[in-house]
């Protein structure tokens, strides 16, 4: 089959009027569909429902006898701390258990090292600081980074995981403090990372002594299929080369149970636990240690954790299906798009000739389908390229999904024949 870069002009024309026709039927529709942030479905919400019966009256204690409706327990209930170190893989001492957010969690940790350091003087009585964006990505991370008035210097991502050739060029300058990664099905790619990145991760030697990677390791367990991607624990690999301080992970269970009503957990070096719950006495009491027992009610194990993730899986793995197939029937062999193949996480990356994202992104709008804002994957919502495009097929069911696909396809091809 012939791309279309090698098509005649004629053949290029009619190719241009086909799709215009297409997506002006799909246009026609007045249609409005919201595909624009990766939120679970209805039926997603309904699998933890009893969340809502784990606790009443007469258990409300964990199990080292602690009355959670009560001050106290700084850390998080024991049950659910030993639930947070199984998922990732560390001992219980280095995991604290918090409120709902781990995003929370990482704005209070950076704010933490802005006011008071980590290791040398305070982010803010320092020059210009620098943290490395691993691109595309989180757009979540970057306005974090840019309210703190951080910059981000890209780094782009491939298969294995970002580049780390540039990544250990990019720590020789002391004023790069760390970097954004999510390690396992990352935001927007569903990429993985291999072994050998998460070794070089953990043996790199930054200038700067105040170096921390924000480990936001959301998707740990969020597995579409039984052939799972293998993450490699990043503290063990770290403690080999001295460098667990290195690195703060972040987890919580918001698309495991309730997004609004989770529960989150940082784990962290000995020396990390230390130096955050000291900030911990002053910002609060205690979290909602009700919600957690809830949690370690509900979840109380690593296989009732596989469980759930199964259940949330045999609801999603269709819609990630049904957008690839159409992806390949609209797009497949015309050499004007790729996108990948994720088996886990919430969301596919479609790249689309350069220079063309913002018009598929304009043409979408125009016929009633909301994507994530073109370019909200890089920071500043500014795509370089003007290439990717973020798709998040969890929230609309699956004949919605279908039509959101179909449009998306349509506005591929005009932007391209354009």
């Known amino acids: 089959m012939k791309q279309f870069s090698q098509w005649t002009q004629p053949e290029k024309d009619a190719f241009h009027q086909k799709a215009l026709a297409d997506y002006q039927a799909y246009k026609s529709k007045g249609l409005k569909i919201d595909m624009s942030r990766g939120k679970p479905g209805p039926e997603q919400l309904c699998l933890s429902d009893a969340l809502y019966h784990s606790v009443d009256e007469q258990h409300y204690k964990s199990e080292d006898g602690t009355d959670c409706r009560n001050y106290g327990g700084l850390l998080g209930i024991s049950e659910t701390r030993q639930l947070f170190a199984d998922i990732l893989g560390v001992k219980k001492e280095n995991v604290i258990v918090c409120g709902n957010a781990s ?26 600081i620098k943290f490395i964006a691993v691109v595309p990505g989180y757009d979540r991370h970057f306005s974090l980074a840019e309210y703190y008035g951080i910059e981000l210097v890209n780094v782009p991502i491939h298969e294995d995981g970002p580049d780390m ?58 597995d579409l299929y039984d052939e799972t991607d293998s993450l490699l624990e990043i503290f063990s690999e770290a403690e080999k080369h001295g460098h667990e301080d290195n690195f703060i992970e972040f987890a919580s269970t918001s698309k495991i149970t309730f997004p609004g009503a989770g529960v989150a957990a940082i784990a962290a070096s000995e020396r990390n636990i230390a130096e955050i719950k000291k900030r911990l006495t002053s910002q609060i009491i205690s979290y909602d240690k009700l919600n957690q027992l809830r949690h370690s009610r509900v979840l109380r194990d690593m296989d009732d954790v596989k469980a759930q993730m199964k259940r949330h899986a045999a609801i999603i793995r269709p819609k990630f299906e049904a957008v690839l197939d159409i992806l390949e029937k609209e797009l497949g062999g015309l050499g004007i798009a790729r996108w990948t193949h994720p088996r886990g996480g919430y969301f596919i990356s479609l790249y689309v000739e350069q220079g063309s994202a913002r018009r598929v992104g304009e043409l979408c709008k125009e016929a009633g389908l909301t994507l ?31 039509i959101c696909a179909e449009i998306l396809c349509a506005a591929v091809r005009v932007a391209c024949s354009e």
């Open 165 to 222: 050739d540039m990544v250990e060029e990019i720590i020789k300058d002391p004023s790069v403090k760390g970097m954004f990664c999510v390690p396992k099905y990352s935001n927007p790619d569903g990429y993985t990372y291999s072994a050998e990145t998460v070794r070089r991760l953990a043996k790199m030697e930054p200038a700067a002594r105040d170096f921390r990677v924000i480990y936001d390791n959301a998707y740990v367990v969020h």
């Open 103 to 128: 995003l929370t969690l990482m704005f209070d940790y950076i704010g933490q090292c802005m006011i008071h350091g980590c290791g040398d003087k305070p982010w803010c009585r320092q020059d210009k």
């Open 372 to 402: 994530t804002p073109v370019g909200a994957t890089y920071p500043h919502g500014v795509d370089p390229e003007d290439k990717n495009i973020r798709i998040a097929p969890t929230f609309p069911s699956v004949e919605e999904l279908k």
